[in-house]
Structures are given as C-alpha cells and as structure tokens.
C-alpha cells in the first residue's frame, strides 16, 4: 500500500460524495401483470435494482468514483497534511432536502451522508459510508418514488487503488401510484430488495468498475394493487458476481439467469 497518502485529497473525496448523494434521476418500477408476477421480469429488476445502487444511479454514493489519491500535495485549510493519522476517522456527516418544479411535477428529495476514511496501519486506504436518498415526483395523476440506503466499507486491495474490496448492506424501494380516474382504476406497483454485500471485488482499472467476485444473497418482495385486487410476494435469492460484468441470479426455487451488466440484459437458464 503506498507510503505517501498523505497526498489524498479529503477535500476533493467529500465534494465527489456531496455531488453524488445529490444527484437524482428518476427511476420508475415496471410494472408486473397481477395476480402473479412473471419471475423472469422481476429477476430483472432485482439485479438491475442493485447495481443502479452500486452505480449512485438512484442517487447515493457511486462506486465507480473509486479512491481518488492525486499525485499532487494536497493542503486543508491552508495546511499541508504531513500526517496521514491526521486523515484517518476523518468524517463528513451532512443531511439536505428540498422541493423543486418541474413543469407540472414537484420533485422532493432528502439525503443523510456518512462519511469516514478508514485506515490500515495509519495509512488511508478506504472508507466506511452511510447514504440515505430518498427522491419522490408527484403530480396530480401519478407518483414516482425511490429510496437507496447503502451501509458498506470500501478498501484498496493494492497501491493502484483501482482494485478495491466492498462489504456490507444495501437497500432499495422503488414505488408508483397512478391515481384512478373516472375511466381508469388506480394503481400501486412496488419492489424492495435487501442485499448483503459478502466480499465483493470491484476493478475500476478500465474505467468503469467491474465487479469480479463475491456474492450478494437478498431478500425482496413485490405489492401490486389494480383496482380492489392486491398480491404481494415474497423471493429470496443470491446474486454471485462472475467478472466481466457477469453474474449469475438465483430466485429460490429454481429460477436461474445470467446478467450482463453491460447490457442490462438477463437470461434465463
């Protein structure tokens, strides 16, 4: 692990998160046919759930945006950090939300950031985060909502920093009512998942991360409601991670599909 990460820039690190946890898109769910969902559609939205989390594409923390260490020296508050203790426990704790419009649509967003660099030896070399995000688009005919809380630690697994470790939990909801009206019923269609990150390897060396092993078991349920009818049910599964954006998807009993990240495309087996 490199001796001189006394360079890494705390400042930029926290401004790559800020910008990160405010950023938003909306995410609709899709919705399945009731009474019963269709295993290989709701697959789909479980493995893409995950890593639009990984990827701060539901806003939150990105993974893409690795462990930044500029080969500059790096100064805080008009000092040279000439300690790397100095930066270890660092920690960057911040909260926001807002409303805005958008033509006819109201956006609400609200988000709770933890940050903190976590050391090996006295030497930073990853760090632990706690990202809440929460986004909703209303207006009078519909509302679009999702939330990602993501909880897990990051460390480089060698001096490159573009090979790095990830454990811990992730979890996603993402929800849509239309609101009925005197020729159509309303809806609700949703979709929450659990995941545990056990030893997953992220290479961000090509530019784009690239999750080569570990394993993600989850739990997950959907609820759709047409008119007066509601089904809710329950899956749980493991999603093992291959390398060259590839993983294999498990719902319990039996349903298998390979994803391809790249694509985001899954099929079954």
């Not at 998160?17 to 009474?35: G, H, L, Q, Y």
């Not at 903190?116 to 009078?140: F, I, L, P």
């Not at 995941?195 to 570990?214: E, P, R």
Request: aromatic share 10%; net charge positive.
């Amino acid at each position: 692990m490199k001796r001189n990460l006394t360079r890494i820039a705390i400042a930029l690190i926290a401004v790559t998160f800020i910008f990160s946890a405010c950023k938003k898109s909306e995410i609709r769910v899709t919705p399945v046919n009731t009474p019963k969902p269709n295993p290989d559609a709701v697959a789909k939205q479980i493995a893409l759930s995950l890593y639009n989390s990984l990827s701060g594409k539901m806003g939150g923390t990105n993974v893409n945006d690795g462990i930044k260490a500029p080969g500059s020296l790096t100064r805080h508050n008009g000092k040279t950090l000439d300690a790397v203790s100095s930066l270890c426990g660092y920690t960057l704790d911040t909260a926001y939300s807002g409303l805005t419009t958008s033509a006819d649509t109201n956006i609400w967003s609200s988000t709770k950031l933890i940050f903190t660099n976590t050391c090996t030896s006295n030497n930073v070399d990853g760090y632990a985060v706690y990202d809440s995000v929460k986004t909703e688009y209303s207006n009078s005919g519909f509302v679009n909502a999702y939330q990602n809380i993501q909880k897990y630690n990051v460390t480089a697994l060698d001096n490159t920093f573009k090979l790095v470790s990830c454990n811990g939990s992730i979890n996603t909801t993402i929800w849509n009512t239309t609101y009925a009206t005197g020729t159509t019923e309303g809806t609700y269609h949703a979709l929450g998942c659990n995941y545990d990150l056990h030893g997953l390897v992220i290479d961000f060396s090509s530019g784009t991360a690239d999750i080569k092993k570990g394993t993600a078991p989850y739990t997950s349920y959907t609820k759709d409601v047409i008119g007066a009818q509601v089904v809710t049910i329950n899956y749980t599964g493991t999603i093992e991670f291959l390398g060259n954006y590839l993983a294999k998807l498990t719902i319990d009993p039996g349903h298998y599909y390979t994803i391809n990240y790249q694509t985001n495309t899954i099929t079954p087996q």
